[in-house]
């Protein structure tokens, strides 16, 4: 195959652009040198990378199988219809449209299946865990559509379900947009399908985040209850950074329309084909076992964290990430991943719900182990990190020639040195 197939060369990149060449190695030496704890990150496989280096990228292929508005389209029609068929069996869906360019992009055509400008939905508000794209007021999604938001409950810091009724029964949304960015939680599913069913709504679950461990069967599925699920493909499921979406039959045109030509233009193909093998890659035992362990490390992780004084929000996690308030050792959100950042330890500063702080400043952090999984890592190991993240943040610096930044470094590189990324 090495010899027929022409794609990644990275010598012949190298000989002509050495800057750009630099760059690609200098990004998996970081990779490889630190802990990377961005809930949102993952480290997808040589074999999603080699479809996504391949000269598919050069195909326009506008439309949808067997339906281009381009010849030329009999090699890349069989990429798109191996990601549909591959991602409707993995979550059990009546439809799957594969072309989103990205989760924003995915959330975009939902908008515009179902809403007009003006029209209202009920969704969660960034501060307390949702997305910018759920509308906010610097995103499309506030300025276009009317935008009314529930929270979290001050004592459980989990999802206010009886607000989300009552404002459900007062503003009448014509869709009720469930999931977000920083939510530790299982999401009632149930709960949301018969709210709209009663007010008559549609119910999305943009599940941008968990995605993969509905994938990897370690959480239950929203598929079933959901009228559409957006997500991303790049976050815990592991693929290549793009977006899809899943939908019952009947919204199956709307969707489709509104993908293409409402809001994008040609599929990248190239990504596409790497979506069609992340799917596969998904359906494996060894995936599953992977999603199921990504939770028993984020609790571990959490738990730990808490031990030390880092306390999480909600008291733990049901998924892959925590979120976790730094109040209690009188750091604030900036400062710790700044400090982390100096000894080795990639995350981000996060606003807790009832943040005091800026958005810029917050006085959260939040942590996610879907990378160090995919590196082999384990309870142990979490308890490790717990320990030098703790180190870090309340006795490090942001300077990265501090005693307690090099102490710590020095034990990151211990634990990726057994641990590796991308394996030479
Ligand atoms: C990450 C995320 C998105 C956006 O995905 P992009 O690929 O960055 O556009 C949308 N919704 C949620 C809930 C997310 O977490």
């Known amino acids: 195959m090495s010899d027929t197939f022409y794609g990644s060369d990275f010598g012949a990149l190298d000989a002509f652009d050495p800057e750009i060449a630099a760059v690609l190695v200098g990004e998996l030496e970081r990779l490889r040198g630190g802990l990377q704890l961005i809930a949102s990150e993952n480290m997808s496989s040589p074999e999603v990378l080699t479809a996504l280096g391949s000269t598919l990228s050069n195909k326009y292929a506008e439309g949808y199988p067997g339906r281009r508005y381009y010849g030329g389209c009999v090699e890349v029609d069989k990429a798109e219809t191996l990601a549909i068929e591959r991602c409707k069996s993995l979550f059990d869906a009546d439809h799957a449209n594969v072309q989103p360019h990205s989760g924003a992009s995915a959330n975009q055509a939902v908008y515009g299946a179902f809403m007009s400008p003006g029209d209202t939905i009920l969704a969660m508000s960034l501060p307390h865990g949702g997305h910018l794209t759920h509308g906010t007021k610097v995103s499309f999604s506030g300025k276009w559509f009317n935008a009314v938001h529930y929270g979290v409950d001050k004592d459980t810091e989990d999802i206010d379900y009886d607000q989300v009724a009552a404002l459900a029964k007062e503003h009448r949304p014509k869709v009720i947009l469930a999931g977000g960015s920083a939510i530790p939680r299982l999401i009632d599913f149930e709960f949301f399908r018969n709210l709209a069913d009663e007010i008559g709504a549609i119910f999305w679950v943009d599940a941008a985040h968990f995605i993969g461990l509905v994938a990897g069967k370690a959480i239950p599925s929203p598929v079933p209850y959901a009228d559409v699920v957006s997500f991303t493909t790049h976050k815990v499921l592991r693929g290549p950074r793009s977006g899809a979406i899943v939908c019952?039959?009947?919204?199956?045109?709307?969707?489709?329309?509104?993908?293409?030509?409402?809001?994008?233009?040609?599929?990248?193909?190239?990504?596409?084909?790497?979506?069609?093998?992340?799917?596969?890659?998904?359906?494996?035992?060894?995936?599953?076992?992977?999603?199921?362990?990504?939770?028993?490390?984020?609790?571990?992780?959490?738990?730990?964290?808490?031990?030390?004084?880092?306390?999480?929000?909600?008291?733990?996690?049901?998924?892959?990430?925590?979120?976790?308030?730094?109040?209690?050792?009188?750091?604030?959100?900036?400062?710790?991943?700044?400090?982390?950042?100096?000894?080795?330890?990639?995350?981000n500063k996060n606003a807790i719900p009832f943040d005091p702080q800026k958005p810029n400043i917050a006085s959260g952090i939040r942590v996610g182990t879907p990378c160090v999984t995919t590196q082999g890592m384990g309870e142990a190991e979490m308890r490790t990190i717990a320990d030098l993240i703790a180190r870090a943040v309340t006795e490090g610096d942001a300077d990265p020639d501090h005693a307690v930044s090099k102490a710590v470094r020095a034990e990151v590189t211990d634990l990726v040195t057994r641990f590796p990324a991308y394996p030479r």
């Open 248 to 347: 019952k039959e009947e919204h199956k045109a709307a969707i489709d329309k509104a993908v293409f030509p409402m809001m994008q233009g040609g599929p990248q193909m190239h990504t596409i084909a790497a979506k069609a093998v992340n799917f596969k890659e998904c359906a494996t035992p060894e995936y599953q076992a992977y999603a199921t362990q990504v939770i028993a490390n984020a609790k571990v992780l959490a738990e730990a964290l808490g031990e030390r004084g880092i306390r999480p929000t909600t008291g733990g996690t049901d998924t892959h990430l925590s979120l976790h308030d730094l109040q209690p050792v009188l750091v604030t959100g900036v400062d710790a991943e700044a400090r982390c950042d100096a000894a080795g330890i990639t995350l």
